[in-house]
């Protein structure tokens, strides 16, 4: 059954293929069935061929599929080859089903978009090239699926481009990622020369016998493969095009910003642990990015009014984690944390579209209020999406893999004190700004009528996406509560475990204290914007906070910084150069030909005794010359 | 076949005839005259030829000769066809006025 594997990524592109052919001829029955129903078969042929691959594990823990060669050039012979392990079939699972769910979803929220068809040809080409991504076997492939999501990614930020607002956040993320996927290709420079193939089993198998420990281009390698994670993960600094890309329909932020293409980076740093393992520079890096990161996004998060934003800006903080999690080696935890917010934020995303759709395209949280009792379903899963997401103790699963991030960023041998404060500091926000947008959407007085109630193809998905916000978690407990080890245990084969410093009699400390950054960020916020609300009014007038408030709105002024530092400069550059210096050269050859083309023309004189003259003369000379040499 | 006159003479009489024919073309105003320019210039390399075939005792010169009176003839069907075009056209034969084709 292994040898299904192929049909996974080739359902989608076949999808994609039907309705760019045909799309525009299709109903919008036909065109729905076509986008959702390539990706929920590609859903089930993933679970038989996972069920298939936990009963009947291969051999050496990977199943590979040579589909073709791609190209044979002077023994450079990339080939279109699949691979299956525990990491890709994570990946591949949480790709096809929550992916079929937000398709399901979109099915009803774009049901009035006049570009049915191309919405999902877009969405089922992005499926494809995600699907490439994880179940590629060497990393040029992978390179092909990464630079696919990036298109498909700027395709759907610019979805409605009547808007040129929306074209521009397009095209600052297609550059700003572009930024990390250039290092990135540097770095596979790099390994090719190094290792002589890209074949990622290859080179994770020879890499410690050809690259000493710590040596300076282990480190150099790393961060490059670093820069590319950052830039598609939306990590500091390149972390500036994900709260721009909200400006895309709420599915794409669901499927795309929110559960697989922004964890690329995560995928493909656990994919190549090997390297990052052998630097310990770089993986300190990683971490340190990852902390400053989850900081940084958590408190913009705080301040933003438009819903969306929020969640991207949660999105970055989570991301942060995972990659703070990779950064002290505690690998199966990053892609645990992986899945469960792909889970919440899905669900989170899915529904604030279903809010925005109803109450008439209103983005900010400010006008909504009072939605509890209006739309109870989205409440409902509202809620559990955002207890997973602040990580509500026991009930939630972002909860456990949060909690196991924040037990091993103590507690590995390259945790720190710190790293941990870092952390502790973000569950806090995280919990309060989740209940900010909590209190604002869904408490208080109505300030917005809702249109029209989203129907059952927008509210099925929420409902399993909710339940599987709370259940996720359980596959994986801590080892004093249950000791329940069921996805560390499928990712061992891939990922090395964690190595502790820390005695594991401890941890019990440190979940006491994750649930008071919980309840203390919820119980701030409850006291702030619900109790007490004449505290943050009196807040707001202070101009130091005014200061502050803003400058945590603007995403750390990290835009300004940016304009201020690369485009100023490039726009001044571009206009003192408008008569650009490279091409005054070629003007001056057409000027050159010009004036002789004048002088020459000026013989054409149409009297043929002149050019009879011309002939004597020519033959004159060329005798001349004859005879004289 | 012993020649009583010597080759550098027929020469001579050759190039002589040939600047003759080229000046004519140089400076005859009618396309008629010129045409009859080019036919001498024709037969000033004609005989060359023939000189040059009776010096070294060679057919060779012969049978350019034959070729050039060949060519002649169809150069002057040719040229007479083109002038009476010209007239029909112009009203005129002067090479002067006839100057349309310059650059």
New interface residues.
């Given amino acids: 059954m292994n040898n299904l594997l192929w049909l996974i990524p080739a359902l989608p592109l076949a999808g994609f293929l039907i309705l760019v052919a045909a799309g525009k001829h299709l109903s919008n029955k036909l065109v729905a069935l076509t986008g959702v129903g390539s990706i929920s078969l590609a859903a089930v042929v993933t679970i038989i061929v996972g069920f298939n691959f936990l009963s009947s594990p291969p051999e050496g823990g990977a199943y590979a599929q040579t589909l073709w060669t791609w190209m044979d050039v002077a023994g450079f012979s990339p080939k279109i080859a699949l691979s299956l392990d525990s990491l890709s079939l994570v990946f591949i699972f949480v790709i096809t089903f929550i992916g079929s769910l937000i398709h399901i979803y979109s099915a009803g929220f774009m049901a009035a978009d006049k570009d049915y068809s191309r919405f999902f040809a877009c969405m089922n080409l992005f499926v494809f090239s995600m699907l490439v991504l994880v179940l590629a076997d060497n990393l040029l492939l992978m390179y092909l699926g990464w630079e696919g999501v990036g298109l498909c990614s700027y395709l759907l930020i610019g979805f409605w481009y009547e808007n040129p607002a929306n074209g521009y956040a397009a095209r600052k993320a297609f550059v700003i990622t572009r930024i990390g996927d250039t290092a990135m290709a540097l770095g596979l420079f790099t390994i090719y020369y190094q290792f002589g193939t890209l074949v990622m089993s290859e080179i994770t198998a020879t890499a410690p016998s050809v690259w000493q420990s710590n040596s300076s281009i282990a480190t150099v390698t790393a961060l490059l493969l670093l820069a590319g994670g950052m830039g598609k993960s939306a990590q500091l600094p390149l972390q500036t095009w994900l709260p721009d890309a909200m400006a895309g329909p709420s599915p794409v932020s669901a499927l795309i910003h929110a559960a697989t293409m922004v964890t690329a980076g995560v995928y493909l740093i656990a994919r190549m642990h090997v390297l990052f393992e052998l630097s310990a520079t770089a993986q300190m890096i990683v971490a340190v990015v990852g902390a400053v990161t989850l900081l940084v996004a958590g408190f913009s998060a705080l301040t933003q009014y438009d819903i969306k934003r929020v969640l991207a800006y949660s999105t970055i903080s989570q991301i942060g984690y995972m990659f703070l999690a990779l950064g002290v080696g505690a690998w199966t935890a990053a892609i645990f944390h992986f899945m469960a917010h792909a889970f919440f934020k899905a669900l989170l995303f899915l529904a604030a579209g279903a809010i925005i759709e109803a109450l008439g395209h209103e983005h900010s949280m400010f006008k909504m209020g009072g939605l509890k009792d209006k739309m109870p379903v989205v409440f409902w899963t509202f809620l559990i999406g955002a207890a997973s997401l602040s990580a509500l103790p026991l009930v939630s699963a972002g909860f456990y893999s949060k909690d196991q991030i924040l037990w091993y960023a103590w507690a590995s041998d390259k945790g720190s004190p710190l790293l941990w404060l870092t952390a502790f500091l973000g569950a806090f926000t995280t919990a309060a700004y989740t209940t900010r947008m909590m209190i604002l959407t869904f408490l208080g007085d109505s300030k917005t009528g809702i249109g029209h109630h989203p129907g059952k193809l927008m509210t099925i998905p929420l409902i399993v996406l909710a339940f599987f916000s709370v259940v996720a978690g359980f596959i994986e407990l801590p080892h004093n509560f249950g000791h329940f080890t069921l996805f560390s245990d499928l990712l061992h084969g891939v990922l090395p475990s964690t190595v502790l410093r820390a005695d594991e009699s401890s941890e019990w400390k440190f979940q006491l204290l994750a649930f008071v950054a919980t309840f203390g960020g919820i119980y701030l916020v409850f006291i702030y914007y619900y109790r007490e609300p004449y505290k943050i009014e009196r807040l707001r007038e202070s101009p130091s906070f005014q200061w502050l408030y803003r400058f945590w709105h603007g995403g750390w002024g990290f835009d300004r910084l940016f304009d201020l530092v690369f485009v100023t400069p490039f726009v001044f550059l571009a206009k003192i150069n408008k008569r650009d210096v490279v091409d005054r050269f070629y003007e001056g050859i057409a000027s050159v030909t010009n004036h002789l083309y004048r002088l020459l023309?000026?013989?054409?004189?149409?009297?043929?005794?002149w050019y009879?003259?011309g002939m004597?003369i020519g033959a004159i000379i060329i005798l001349g010359l004859q005879i004289m040499l | 076949m012993n020649s009583s006159v010597s080759t550098e003479i027929v020469m001579l009489l050759a190039g002589l005839l040939f600047v003759l024919g080229i000046t004519g073309v140089v400076i005859r105003k009618n396309i008629i005259f010129m045409l009859l320019s080019v036919e001498i210039m024709l037969n000033a390399s004609g005989l060359a030829f023939i000189a040059a075939g009776a010096r070294w005792g060679q057919p060779d010169g012969q049978v350019m000769f034959i070729f050039i009176l060949a060519m002649a003839a169809a150069e002057v069907s040719i040229g007479l066809a083109l002038i009476l075009q010209i007239y029909h056209q112009h009203k005129s034969l002067d090479i002067d006025k006839l100057r349309e084709m310059n650059g």
């Fill in positions: 023309s000026a013989t054409q004189t149409g009297s043929l005794r009879i003259m004597v």
